[in-house]
């Protein structure tokens, strides 16, 4: 085939006859008519569909063109459709509040939005101003805004952008504020992430008689370089999971059963009932996990799940300024140990060879410290994006002679790989709030996520979600009878913590409605 140009992805697969069907759990957002199932020419005629309504309403190159909708696979096809005609797609989650969304709005002065009548809604009902120069709705006009169905279709002809020119701006997960807005260029994203996943590599890659499934966030730049990496390979089955939840998830799982899964941490935390007690897992012979590190018991339910010999978990460390920075393989004999107070979720593993380099400083001096001692993290990356728009001073705050504040407290291990302890902003002295979380998961069952929150004074507050909003008093006691002191805990049902896109707990926003305060 032609060499890997997301300009021309589905027109390149389609040329070659890629054998590979996409199945859908339900229809497109943009093609609600177009079923569920696609193969790479259909594919290849809707991105140039929607390249055409894009060009239309004035997307050209150069130009960004904002995606705000409902989490489906069509936000990452929107933003193929704008690289293929040199706009510059930014994906943005709904999830975001209109306060928030008009920030960012506001720094990438989009020459498109397209979003759906109900993000337009709530903004108008907050008093939130969603710049831009045309705004399409996916789901029908609304005030201020045409269908993004009855657009004219311009002229939609590949258009090519140089190397290191913006390719694709994905913004951070935000749950220490405001989301970043990183900008990749054909360089970090096309050449140092996808060509790498795109790759033939033992276990990782995607084989001819995979079903490859995800149920990701499709605004975040994993599911870009995931669309072109996997598509590449051309498994014969690519299942997309739009809507997490349980009772929509498991048939269409059971329909099209994988033999490799990717999906939001917090996606495989709300599946673990499902895996004890279906077998829609059956068949998986990889799981892949990124954007946040693991709980064990889930880790080990998914592994226990499936009838293969010898499956394997790939779990990925990584930020959106910098792609992919450690992975670990983890089997059912590694985490087999219940109640360990050092869980090996969060041992991240090793650097991506000849890819990234990690060094773990004092956090005052930047010098670097012994192995087995915690300090800040810093990473050395090709791979790493283009800067901050609107905000260039933070990130330059953050490179330090050549080398990328994750602000991530961690350690670096005997055998050289990194063990994460806190973000920088959590870190509380003398422990580690992740580990004490990992623990209390793993010891006790009806426990689903427990957040450690540092507050002003007194010990740090655990908040504990359960299934039904109970927590047993004397299982809490015996739980954390041998680890640091923490205050009392609250608990809350899942649905009652307040979540990212991605599923990572906006913990600021938690500590701002529990302690009064963001800062601790």
């Given at each position: 085939?032609?060499?890997?140009?997301?300009?021309?992805?589905?027109?390149?697969?389609?040329?070659?006859h890629s054998p590979t069907t996409v199945h859908l759990s339900r229809?497109?957002?943009?093609?609600?008519?177009?079923?569920?199932?696609?193969?790479?020419?259909?594919?290849?005629?809707?991105?140039?569909?929607?390249?055409?309504?894009?060009?239309?309403?004035?997307?050209?190159?150069?130009?960004?063109?904002?995606?705000?909708?409902?989490?489906?696979?069509?936000?990452?096809?929107?933003?193929?459709?704008?690289?293929?005609?040199?706009?510059?797609?930014?994906?943005?989650?709904?999830?975001?509040?209109?306060?928030?969304?008009?920030?960012?709005?506001?720094?990438?002065?989009?020459?498109v939005l397209v979003t759906t009548r109900a993000v337009l809604k709530?903004?108008?009902?907050?008093?939130?101003?969603?710049?831009?120069?045309?705004?399409?709705?996916?789901?029908?006009?609304?005030?201020?805004?045409?269908?993004?169905?009855?657009?004219?279709?311009?002229?939609?002809?590949?258009?090519?952008?140089?190397?290191?020119?913006?390719?694709?701006?994905?913004?951070?997960?935000?749950?220490?504020?405001?989301?970043?807005?990183?900008?990749?260029?054909?360089?970090?994203?096309?050449?140092?992430?996808?060509?790498?996943?795109?790759?033939?590599?033992?276990?990782?890659?995607?084989?001819?008689?995979?079903?490859?499934?995800?149920?990701?966030?499709?605004?975040?730049?994993?599911?870009?370089?995931?669309?072109?990496?996997?598509?590449?390979?051309?498994?014969?089955?690519?299942?997309?999971?739009?809507?997490?939840?349980?009772?929509?998830?498991?048939?269409?799982?059971?329909?099209?059963?994988?033999?490799?899964?990717?999906?939001?941490?917090?996606?495989?935390?709300?599946?673990?009932?499902?895996?004890?007690?279906?077998?829609?897992f059956r068949r998986v012979r990889l799981y892949i996990s990124t954007?946040?590190?693991?709980?064990?018991?889930?880790?080990?339910?998914?592994?226990?799940?499936?009838?293969?010999?010898?499956?394997?978990?790939?779990?990925?460390?990584?930020?959106?300024?910098?792609?992919?920075?450690?992975?670990?393989?983890?089997?059912?004999?590694?985490?087999?140990?219940?109640?360990?107070?050092?869980?090996?979720?969060?041992?991240?593993?090793?650097?991506?060879?000849?890819?990234?380099?990690?060094?773990?400083?004092?956090?005052?001096?930047?010098?670097?410290?012994?192995?087995?001692?915690?300090?800040?993290?810093?990473?050395?990356?090709?791979?790493?994006?283009?800067?901050?728009?609107?905000?260039?001073?933070?990130?330059?705050?953050?490179?330090?002679?050549?080398?990328?504040?994750?602000?991530?407290?961690?350690?670096?291990?005997?055998?050289?790989?990194?063990?994460?302890?806190?973000?920088?902003?959590?870190?509380?002295?003398?422990?580690?709030?992740?580990?004490?979380?990992?623990?209390?998961?793993?010891?006790?069952?009806?426990?689903?996520?427990?957040?450690?929150?540092?507050?002003?004074?007194?010990?740090?507050?655990?908040?504990?979600?359960?299934?039904?909003?109970?927590?047993?008093?004397?299982?809490?006691?015996?739980?954390?009878?041998?680890?640091?002191?923490?205050?009392?805990?609250?608990?809350?049902?899942?649905?009652?913590?307040?979540?990212?896109?991605?599923?990572?707990?906006?913990?600021?926003?938690?500590?701002?409605?529990?302690?009064?305060?963001?800062?601790?």
């Open positions: 085939m032609k060499r890997l140009d997301p300009a021309t992805l589905f027109d390149t697969l389609a040329a070659a229809p497109l957002d943009i093609a609600p008519d177009g079923g569920t199932a696609y193969g790479m020419a259909g594919l290849a005629d809707l991105v140039d569909t929607m390249a055409g309504r894009l060009a239309g309403a004035g997307a050209g190159p150069g130009d960004v063109v904002a995606v705000v909708k409902e989490n489906h696979w069509d936000s990452t096809l929107l933003a193929f459709a704008a690289v293929r005609i040199g706009a510059v797609p930014a994906p943005i989650s709904d999830h975001l509040p209109p306060e928030t969304l008009a920030v960012l709005l506001e720094r990438l002065r989009p020459a709530a903004a108008s009902d907050a008093g939130a101003v969603l710049r831009a120069d045309r705004t399409l709705s996916v789901d029908g006009p609304a005030p201020g805004a045409a269908a993004l169905a009855e657009a004219d279709p311009g002229r939609s002809a590949p258009h090519g952008r140089g190397a290191d020119d913006p390719l694709l701006i994905v913004h951070t997960s935000g749950t220490t504020g405001v989301p970043k807005l990183v900008p990749h260029s054909t360089t970090t994203m096309v050449r140092r992430l996808i060509g790498f996943e795109a790759h033939r590599w033992p276990v990782l890659s995607s084989r001819p008689d995979d079903t490859v499934a995800a149920a990701t966030s499709y605004v975040h730049g994993r599911a870009f370089a995931w669309t072109a990496s996997v598509l590449w390979l051309r498994p014969r089955e690519v299942a997309i999971v739009a809507d997490h939840d349980p009772a929509s998830a498991e048939p269409f799982l059971r329909a099209h059963p994988p033999t490799t899964l990717e999906a939001l941490p917090a996606t495989y935390v709300r599946w673990q009932p499902m895996a004890a007690r279906t077998d829609a954007f946040d590190a693991m709980h064990p018991p889930a880790v080990r339910t998914f592994l226990n799940a499936t009838e293969r010999r010898r499956p394997v978990w790939m779990q990925g460390w990584g930020q959106s300024e910098t792609g992919p920075l450690t992975f670990r393989f983890l089997t059912r004999r590694a985490v087999a140990a219940q109640g360990a107070r050092r869980p090996t979720t969060r041992d991240l593993g090793h650097p991506v060879p000849t890819r990234t380099r990690l060094r773990v400083v004092d956090p005052q001096t930047l010098r670097p410290v012994r192995r087995g001692e915690p300090g800040l993290v810093l990473a050395r990356t090709k791979a790493l994006g283009l800067g901050y728009v609107g905000e260039q001073e933070r990130w330059s705050a953050k490179v330090l002679d050549g080398w990328w504040n994750t602000e991530d407290i961690g350690e670096r291990t005997r055998g050289g790989g990194v063990r994460v302890l806190d973000r920088e902003v959590d870190a509380v002295p003398g422990m580690s709030c992740v580990e004490i979380e990992d623990v209390v998961d793993d010891r006790i069952p009806a426990v689903l996520e427990c957040v450690v929150l540092r507050t002003p004074q007194g010990p740090p507050l655990p908040v504990v979600a359960t299934e039904d909003g109970h927590l047993d008093a004397g299982e809490w006691l015996r739980a954390v009878r041998d680890l640091p002191a923490l205050a009392p805990p609250l608990v809350m049902a899942w649905d009652e913590l307040p979540r990212t896109g991605t599923g990572k707990v906006r913990r600021l926003e938690l500590r701002r409605r529990l302690v009064g305060s963001p800062d601790a």
